[in-house]
């Protein structure tokens, strides 16, 4: 049960109390404010609210905010480059080779699990104590992501994802060397129907997929590509690099089988075959902090394989990327 005095000097004039219990720092997320509301727990001076009462200096209000329930994952101490932590959020540096989410047959060793032994408890929509993970990235993908630590924090973030207002740069290197150096790929994406794993475009009913992406440099039979998601859809820029011609080097589902050419030196050849995942890497992540407003951005470097992969074919010569993982504005 949670009790809370309405101070004037922070509420001057009337204000509607599902605005005002919202607007609190530490107050339930909008959702859980409408059910609260709807379900006669708020009560202001004594009386169930409607959600267009108004609340003034003096006035009492009184919930039951129900307790979450206990999640069922084990938390593990997994290493993570955090790269900001605040009491709501925290941004972090995913290596390759790390799930995002458990999944029936997989409950240990997941980003989730990580998140748990780090933060501790995390309040997420709904009342579930987990993890605020509003996006995803693929096991195999690295890369920059945010997650929220509590519930208004993660509602705040999935209403910006939503409405594709986040900033999401991605890094890949491709085989081919691309013609045009700047482009926007838009296609409908769905569920392969002969092949329910993955993803293509070759669908005339599905979801709207928009990349736009800029060559940053061509060699050797590669590009280093800088790819921005205007929309968030499963395996995008892998499908769409793939479905151009230019397949995500490493891709061990959207690579169509592609190998080295023949006529690369060896020790550039060692370095593409000793990708053993897709050279894909999310660098750049920007968006509005949940709670405070603040414009936030982070960029992180080529992780190691990447690196030595595209500093063998050449493709890092007068390219100015990160060195280290941080917040850029």
């Known amino acids: 049960m949670a009790e809370i005095t309405v101070d004037s000097k922070d509420t001057p004039s009337p204000i509607r109390i599902d605005k005002y219990l919202t607007g609190r720092r530490d107050g ?3 959702s859980r404010v409408k059910k609260l509301l709807e379900q006669g727990e708020v009560l202001l001076n004594g009386e169930p609210a409607k959600p267009s009462a108004k609340v003034r200096g003096g006035d009492t209000i009184v919930f039951n905010l129900p307790p979450p329930s206990r999640t069922e994952l084990a938390p593990e101490q997994i290493d993570l480059t955090v790269i900001h ?15 995002t989410h458990p999944t029936s047959s997989t409950t240990t060793g997941t980003l ?21 993970i509003v996006h995803r990235l693929d096991k195999l993908t690295s890369g920059v992501m945010v997650a929220a630590k509590n519930d208004k924090a993660h509602a705040g973030l999935a209403a910006q994802f939503k409405k594709h207002s986040i900033e999401r740069k991605y890094l890949a290197i491709a085989y081919g060397e691309t013609r045009d150096l700047t482009g926007t790929i838009e296609s409908l994406i769905a569920r392969d129907p002969r092949k329910r794993t993955q993803m ?16 940053l440099s061509r060699s050797m039979g590669f590009s280093l590509i800088e790819l921005t998601l205007e929309t968030g859809r499963t395996h995008q820029i892998r499908v769409h690099l793939s ?63 990447m690196e030595t992969a595209a ?14 993982p941080a917040r850029i504005k």
Do not use: W
């Open 243 to 305: 479905e151009m011609n230019h397949p995500v080097a490493g891709d061990p589902v959207y690579g169509g089988g592609r190998t080295p050419p023949g006529k690369l030196d060896q020790s550039a050849r060692a370095a593409v075959l000793g990708l053993k995942r897709q050279a894909l890497h999310a660098y750049h992540l920007g968006f509005i902090h949940p709670v405070s407003g603040e414009e936030m951005a982070f960029r992180s470097p080529l992780p190691p394989d």
């Open 85 to 99: 932590e605040d009491r709501d959020i925290i941004v972090f540096d995913k290596p390759a080779g790390l799930m």
């Open 311 to 324: 500093s063998a074919l050449n493709l890092l010569e007068g390219i100015d990327l990160p060195r280290r």
């Open 28 to 30: 339930p997320s909008r």
């Open 200 to 215: 293509t475009t070759r669908v005339t009913r599905g979801r709207r997929a928009v990349t736009r992406y800029r060559t």
């Open 112 to 132: 989730v699990n990580a998140l748990l032994h780090h933060c501790g408890d995390l309040s997420g929509i709904g009342g579930e104590i987990k993890p605020g």
